[in-house]
Structures are given as C-alpha cells and as structure tokens.
C-alpha cells in the first residue's frame, strides 16, 4: 500500500477514528487504526468492540493495500507536522512497518495485520431514514445532560431514541434520566421512521454522533436495527451496538398533575443558583426555593461556612411554597433553555418537579427535589 | 448403612443412663480443653483462690484440677456424679444464676467417658474420694486430702473410641487447654491459676503460672492482662469502666493504633464468663469502626456484667453463646462506651510506637561505657548549654536548606502536644513537650481533624437525601424483608428512605444526597447483610464517611508544605482539642511521642 494525502484532509479523518480507540487496551490491535487504500479513496476505521467509526478521504493511491497502526501515534505525528505537508504513507508489509514522510520527517510505525482488524459485522437494518443534522444535535445535546454514569443500572447509561406519541402526535423521541432526573425531547418524525424499534445508544456513542452534526446543511442517514444503530454522512460512518435492556417506563414518572407554575429568565435563575451555592461546602450543594407572590428567594445555609441568598423577580402566583434542590440539577436543566423563560411546574416539597422551555412542549425536563 | 430387614420393626426403647450421659457428655465435652473449660469453672463456683491444672499426653491421660475450695462432704460425692444433680441452682428459678455451672450435667458426663476420681474434703471436715468409671460409681471412701478438691480426669474418651480418633495432636490439645485458662483467668484476676504438664507421671513443665493478684480490681486486672497478654497490650489500653441501665462494662480496650491484624486479641466476657457471642464481637468492631480500616482488629478484653436475670445463659452446652434480654442495651453500651473511652484517651497515641522507634533507632551492639549518672548535668542545663552555642544567625549555608527549619516561637510546652520547635522533610513536625519530644505527620493529622469538623457539621445539619425519580425495586427474601422494614425507622434518619412495595419488594425513595448516583441497589445489599450479622448497618454511615473522608484528604495540608511556627502550633492544638486525633482516618498514628527517657536510652544514657 502507499499513498498520498494532505495532511489536514488526513487529520480530520484520523480525529475522528482515534477518538473511539480506548487508551488503554488488552486487546493490541484495538489500539490500531485499520487503514485501507483503493481507487481514489482512503478508509480509516477504528473500533473499541462495540463503536466503529469508517472515516474516508480522497487520496492519491500508488498502490491500493491495507494495514493497521497505532491510531494514537499516527494522529500525534500527523497533528504535528507542518500545516499544508503533504504525507506519504507506505506500508511495507515484509518488514511490518508503516513509513510516513512529509517533506525532511519520516516514521517508521510498526503495524499489525489486517486481517487481525475486528471488522463489526455488518447487520440487516429494519429501519432507515435520514434526518438533518440540527435536529439530531438538538434531541441528543438536550438529553445527554441525564445520562446515568452509574454502572449497575446499565440501561439508563444511554439516550433512549424511540417513536412515540406526543401531545401533537407521533414524534422522534429521545429520553434520558439517572434516576434523580429525566429529559425528554421530541421532534418531527422523520419519512420512514415510524416502525423504528426503540434503541438505548450509548453514552460514549452519543459524544462520538456529535462530531458528526456539526453541519448544519448536512443530512444524517440513520439506520435502526434492535441490537444496532448507524449514523452515517458520505464521509463518516459511525456503527454502534445499543444497549441490550429495557428502558423503564418513564411516562409514569412525568408528573401531570403539577399545577402550582413558575416562569423565570433562565440565564438570571441559573446565575443566581451559582452565586448562591458558592458558600455550600457539601458535595449535594443544597439550595432551598422559598416561593412566595411572584418573588423567589433561593437560599443556601451552611452551618459552618455561612448562608446566602438572592432573590429574583419571577411570575409566581400559587401558595407559598419552600422546596430543595441539588445546586448542580438546577444549573443543568436551566442550561437546556435556549431563548425562553424557564417554566417550572410544582406540586409539592417532596415531589417531582416539572420544566418546559416556555411554551415549547416538544421538551420536558423533571427534577426530583431534595429534603434539606 | 445397613437397613433393617423389611418384616422386622425395630424396637423403641429408653437408653440407659451411661448411654445418656455419654450423648450428653458428646455435648459438653469435645475434647480435653472442654473438660478443664467445665472443671475449672466448678473450682471457681467453689470459690478458691488458687486453681492448678495438670494434664499429660495432651489431656487424654490426664487431667487433673486441684482447688482450694469449699470442698464437698461424703454425702454429696456420689451426687455430685449424678446427672442433673447440682449445688448452684435450686432448679426453681433457671433465670436467675449466678455460678459457671447450674446444668449440673459436668461431672456425670465426664463420669461417662472417663475415669473420674473426686477427692474432697471441706474446710475442718475429713477427706473422702469417689471414683467413677465408664458411668459406675463406686464407694465413697475416707481418705486424707488438703482442703478443697481435687478432680482427676484419667484415660478421657476411653469409654468413647470414636471420640477419641477425632482429637488432634497431643500438643494442640495442650495448648488449647492453656488458652482455656487463659481466657478463665483474664476475667479471674484475684485467683492464681497454675498450668503444669506431666510426663510419665512427674510434673515435667509449668506452662502458665499466674500468681492470684491483690488490691483495687482494675489494677489486679491490669497486673493479669500483662501477664497474659504482654506490657504493650497494658500500656496501650485504656481502662472501661461504664455503666448504664444495670449493666457494667469493665476491662482494657487498646488504642487504635494499638491494632491487630486478626481478631486474636479480642476477649469478651458476659458475668466472668467466656463468650463467642457474635452481637458482642460486632458491637465491639462498629465501636472501633471509626478510628481503623476495615482490614484491622481492635483489641480489647472486656466483661459485661448484668443481673443474671437480663441474660440466658442457657442457650448453648458449652455455654460460649448468651442471649440478652435487651441485645439493643448491650449492644448500644459497648459502642457508646467504647467511643466515649477512645475519644477521651484521643491524644494518645499508642507508645508503642515510641518504642518501635527506638528499636529502629538503636544501634545494633550493645553500649559498653556508661556515663556517670551523678555528675549528669540536669536537662534544663543541657538545655541551656545547647542554646547559648547555638549562632545568634543560621550561617548562610544552612538558610539554603529548606527543610528543619527552627521556629524560635515563645509557647507553653506545657501542652500535651508540645510547642512546635521544627518541621523536618516539610511533612513532620517536632514539638516539644514538657516530657520529650512529639513527632507529628502534618497531613495525616490535618486529615483527621478536617475529617472530624465535616462530620460534627452533617451531625448538627442533618443528612440531607435526593429523592428518586425511579425508584429502586429490590425483591429480597421473606427474613431480609422483615429485617429491612424493622430497620426502615433507623434508616430513614439516616436519609435511606425504604417503603414496603407489595409482597416481599421494597422501593428505595430516597437516598443521602452525599452518596450521588451510587447504586442504591448495591448499598441496600451491604445494609441487609450487616442487619443480619450485628443487628445494625454500619455500612450505610460508612459510606458517608468515605465520601467525608475522601473530601478530608483533599482539603487538608499536603505533605510538601512548608508550615509557619504559627501554623504548627495552632494545628498541635486543634488536635489536642479534637477527639480521636491520635490516628488518621485508615488507623494509622498522626504522631508519636518519644519520652525524655526514651532518647536518653538511645544515647546509652541509663
């Protein structure tokens, strides 16, 4: 194999497919990129047994062949050398190494066999659609915030993507909680989704989605299977297994009954929940939401190191009500609101609470409270 | 196995009597040790003063127990021997017993499965013997005898083979007989025991001597513990002595830093008597739960003393295991006794640790030149000698040092910490006190303190819990269950909020908002285990200590800070003022004290 390529085109292409190597593996070859050069393309794919990424380039092939490398390693040299290089990789299968030039630097990497490379095994996909890029963004950027990290109960550990029906009829539906909160965010079905199987994808995959998403014009084809999830652009090809569980029923622990309503500048609120946790020494960082005729009194009392306490003008006008919260909970889910107000909808101290973006019911946020 | 022919019926009939006593004897003696264990406790209930216990071959040749007691007459001989026959209880009241022995079962079981020779005689009365052999008494016969009595054991299990197959060698039946004693004797310190081994015999080798002790009996006790358990168990326990309700917990319990790698050194007692009894062993490990890791063992040797009848005591043939009337107030009067114990004696750290230094420090050949003792100039005058040819200015090449660095600080050193006077290697600082010097781990025992102070804050705040949006559903079994939902009150101040959830589920609702997303599956899982071991789930608040503790490490000084005079002072006297500042969170010492003495040692200067 030998070919050349330029080395910002190689760059991205290697950003990508590094990012799913695990640093530190048992397995040598998982550290590895395989690289794989025919025609006018190069593939770079990269796996960690259960995320593949398949990144191509444009490429001017010498001789077409492939191999694999240090994914680490070769990134580092390629990140390193010179913008506008242009980098020549030969591999040399006899002696297993991989030479890579550009202008007075060469390398020499050593590489393992192709045929050692775990290539996923492609499967048959019940559903395919396309979307575009924004609104995939938006449904996983909104959730991700509540993704579980806690092991045991492995399936909250992922945004579960599933249709379903929403106030406005059947929607693309992505949910995610840990057990103390839960997000959920809906947008228009997309043509040919409707029989889609819900699927829990995981974390880790849901930040490697992300950097395909960034173009806004771009159109994701996104592919379903129950133990398999693809999200592919003409260049990037992310295969994913989901998260072999049963996402709870969530719909029983959205409240809809909570009547007693909040609005609230979402940036000031969040300001004031920072500025007022400042003085909590705690790791749970408690603040106390006193609400009371359109004003509300967030308050932090640490015995020890001190007490403090803002208020803000709000629209409030239900009975007087005092509830706690986890400090970082509220800054999160405040942080989920673009443009509007925050609507915060309460019912009791000990219950969960409900947040919409103003008017927007395409998301729902819920916050359990804590007792202080 | 052999079946019965089919047609044949086999016959039920009543055992005879040395039939009975050997299937009672097959409970309350297994082996040797059980045998000395029953004849010792009957010299005790007898009242001596002085108990000998000679044995050969391992105790199956011989055991022989001579007293001093009160003795019995010719008319109680042959009852003594007979089952269910006893002097200590009057049968009526079985909750209420004050001696060792009271199923009077002891002597007829040994009758049947020895040959058993009692030779008595009471004070101012003639000496009589009884021998028994394979559960046949014969005559009581006049003999001359010391007061007391004098039991011989010979040819133990000879009536019973199969017993005697499953005994172990000679010399760990020996040596289990001496811990037998021993344990009798801790909780015994005004009576002198004396262990002898006989060969062919002839009294061959005094295994244990303890001289009865006299005076106060918290001294008598301590002059018994290090004899038994050495001078460092005794210089590093601290005396208990509380009571509560009726019950009174005496003995030594070791410092922390005192610590054992096993449970070897933890002696329990209940009314004098030697107990296995597992609330008690995990009353006293919660006690200690604070102050050592998980992997160490306190010491302690311990009596609890009640009114017999708030304890039954007749619930295993050997006696090792109790039941409590109220486990729940001796349970809560050992850890909170212990606590209240340790957190007195919290700015003492354990002084052997002053003396592993001097070993490590000490040359290896002995001193041979002495300095005259009398002409030795006073401390003070070598004090002041020091000082006076100290530079008035630290000459150039030691202020590039950065480490010891003296702090000329006016302090009293009338602390019990000291005066802070250097810190070495920017970790230790040294201090001296009236008595000699302290050396002090700075990040070890700021750990301590910042650990205490986020402690003493959640207890005044109250532990605040996050309330779940999905509940954990855990289906446990109908025992857990039960367990669980007694407990539920304790946990739920404790922020571990558990309902009943139909059937044998419980739903977790709330859990203490320190522990962040943990599982609370895995949590209430440690907590059902522990309910079910010691009654009590010391896991849950150890969990929030962790999270304390973690939080402590991180928020205390570094090993590598240089300290101001000021700074090492104020934190001397922070721990002087903090209970259980003697050990940092893991049981390790925070600092050691090295006695004016101890360094004239190491100088040769004795």
Redesign the interface.
């Given at each position: 194999m030998k070919l050349s390529i330029e080395r910002a085109v190689l760059l991205k292409a290697l950003a990508q497919a590094q990012s799913v190597v695990e640093r530190r593996n048992t397995i040598p070859i998982l550290a590895n990129v395989l690289i794989e050069a025919e025609g006018a393309t190069v593939a770079f794919r990269a796996t960690d047994l259960d995320i593949e990424v398949l990144d191509r380039a444009p490429a001017m092939v010498e001789r077409a062949g492939a191999t694999t490398v240090s994914a680490v390693m070769l990134h580092e040299i390629v990140r390193k050398l010179p913008d506008g290089a242009l980098v020549v990789l030969a591999a040399d299968a006899a002696a297993g190494r991989l030479a890579i030039t550009a202008g007075r630097s060469s390398f020499s990497l050593a590489t393992l066999p192709r045929e050692d490379f775990p290539v996923m095994a492609s499967s048959e996909y019940a559903t395919n659609f396309a979307a575009p890029a924004p609104v995939l963004r938006r449904l996983f950027d909104k959730a991700k915030f509540a993704i579980?990290?806690?092991?045991?109960?492995y399936y909250l550990n992922g945004v579960y993507m599933h249709v379903a029906r929403g106030p406005e009829g059947t929607v693309l539906r992505c949910v995610a909680?840990?057990?103390?909160?839960?997000a959920q965010i809906d947008a228009a079905l997309p043509e040919g989704a409707s029989a889609m199987p819900g699927v829990i994808v995981p974390r880790k995959t849901v930040g490697e989605l992300r950097k395909l998403l960034e173009d806004d014009e771009a159109q994701i084809a996104v592919s379903v299977s129950e133990t398999k999830v693809r999200f592919a652009t003409p260049q990037v090809t992310l295969t994913s297994k989901v998260i072999d569980g049963t996402f709870?029923d969530?719909s029983r622990?959205i409240p809809q009954g909570n009547t007693r309503k909040l609005e609230v500048d979402a940036a000031e609120f969040a300001k004031a929940v920072d500025r007022v946790a400042t003085v909590s020494?705690?790791?749970?960082r408690?603040v106390k939401l006193t609400l009371e005729d359109d004003r509300l009194i967030l308050s932090v009392n640490?015995?020890?190191s001190g007490a403090a306490e803002e208020e803000l003008a709000v629209a409030y006008d239900a009975d007087r009500l005092e509830i706690?919260f986890?400090a970082k909970y509220l800054l999160e889910i405040a942080g989920q609101v673009d443009r509007e107000n925050a609507v915060f909808l309460f019912n009791g101290s000990?219950d969960?609470t409900l947040m919409r973006e103003g008017n927007d019911m395409s998301a729902t946020y819920?916050?359990?409270?804590?007792?202080? | 196995m052999n079946s019965p022919a089919p047609n044949i019926r086999p016959v039920i009939r009543l055992l005879d009597e040395a039939a009975i006593n050997r299937i009672a004897a097959g409970e309350v003696v297994e082996r040797p040790a059980s045998a000395v264990k029953e004849l010792v406790e009957n010299a005790l209930d007898a009242g001596a003063r002085r108990i000998a216990v000679d044995y050969a071959a391992g105790g199956k040749v011989l055991i022989r127990v001579t007293d001093d007691g009160c003795g019995m007459g010719p008319d109680d001989l042959p009852l003594a021997v007979a089952r269910h026959a006893t002097s200590k209880i009057d049968g009526s009241d079985l909750l209420n017993i004050r001696s060792f022995g009271f199923r009077g079962e002891a002597l007829a079981s040994l009758g049947s499965v020895g040959r058993l020779s009692i030779t008595s005689r009471p004070r101012g009365e003639e000496g009589h013997r009884l021998v028994v052999e394979g559960g046949r008494m014969g005559a009581v016969a006049p003999c001359s005898a010391a007061p007391g009595t004098v039991i011989e054991l010979r040819d133990l299990f000879y009536a019973t083979p199969a017993r005697l197959k499953f005994l172990r060698s000679d010399r760990s039946e020996a040596s289990a007989i001496a811990e037998v004693v021993r344990r009798l004797a801790m909780a015994e310190p005004l009576v002198g025991f004396v262990v002898t081994e006989v060969v062919e015999g002839e009294p061959a080798r005094v295994i244990l001597r303890l001289d009865p002790e006299n005076g106060d009996f918290f001294d008598a006790l301590q002059r018994r513990l290090t004899r038994l358990l050495g001078a460092d168990f005794t210089a590093n326990a601290l005396r208990v002595d509380v009571e509560r309700e009726g019950l009174h917990l005496s003995g030594y319990a070791a410092l922390p830093t005192y610590s054992r790698g096993t449970s070897v050194q933890q002696f329990l007692f209940v009314n004098g008597r030697p107990v296995q009894d597992r609330l008690l062993y995990g009353a006293l490990r919660v006690a200690y739960f604070d102050v050592l890791s998980r992997d160490r063992h306190p010491a302690a040797v311990l009596n609890l003393s009640c009114d017999p009848e708030r304890v039954d005591v007749n619930v295993h043939p050997a006696k090792s295991e109790v039941r409590f009337r109220e486990p729940e107030a001796a349970r809560s009067l050992i850890i909170t006794g212990l606590r209240t114990v340790l957190a007195q004696g919290g700015t003492r750290a354990s002084s052997t640790l002053g003396t592993a230094t001097l070993q490590a420090l000490r040359p290896e050949a002995p001193r041979v030149y002495q300095m005259d003792l009398g002409a030795r100039p006073s401390f003070t005058t070598l004090a002041r000698a020091y000082e006076a040819q100290a530079p008035a200015y630290p000459p150039p090449g030691f202020a590039e040092m950065p480490s010891a660095r003296v702090e000329p600080v006016a302090e009293p050193s009338s602390a019990p910490l000291g005066a802070a006077r250097a810190q070495v290697h920017e970790n230790y600082i040294i201090a001296q006190t009236a008595t000699g010097i302290v050396i002090v781990d700075q990040h070890a025992a700021h750990e301590r303190l910042v650990y205490e102070k986020l402690k003493a804050q959640r207890d005044a705040a109250g532990i605040p819990t996050q309330a779940l949006l999905i509940p954990e559903i855990l289906e446990l079994s109908s025992s857990d269950h039960a367990r669980l939902m007694e407990a539920a009150e304790a946990l739920a101040s404790l922020g571990l909020v558990i309902e009943p959830f139909g059937g044998q589920a419980v739903a977790v609702r709330e859990v203490p908002a320190i522990l962040g997303q943990a599982s609370a599956k895995a949590l209430l899982a440690d907590v059902i285990d522990e309910l079910g071991e010691q009654g009590d789930a010391p896991s849950l608040k150890a969990r929030m200590d962790a999270i304390l503790s973690r939080m402590a490490c991180h928020g205390s000084i570094r090993s590598g800070r240089q300290m101001r005079a000021e700074e090492m002072n104020a934190l001397l006297r922070e721990m002087e003022a903090t209970p259980l500042s003697g050990q940092c969170n893991h049981g390790r010492p925070t600092y050691v004290e090295l006695k004016l003495s101890d360094i004239e040692r190491l100088f040769g200067r004795t």
């Open positions: 579980s990290t806690e092991e045991t109960r909680t840990d057990g103390h909160r839960l709870p969530y622990v020494s705690e790791r749970s408690a640490a015995p020890d706690g986890n000990g969960p819920v916050v359990m409270p804590m007792r202080v | -």
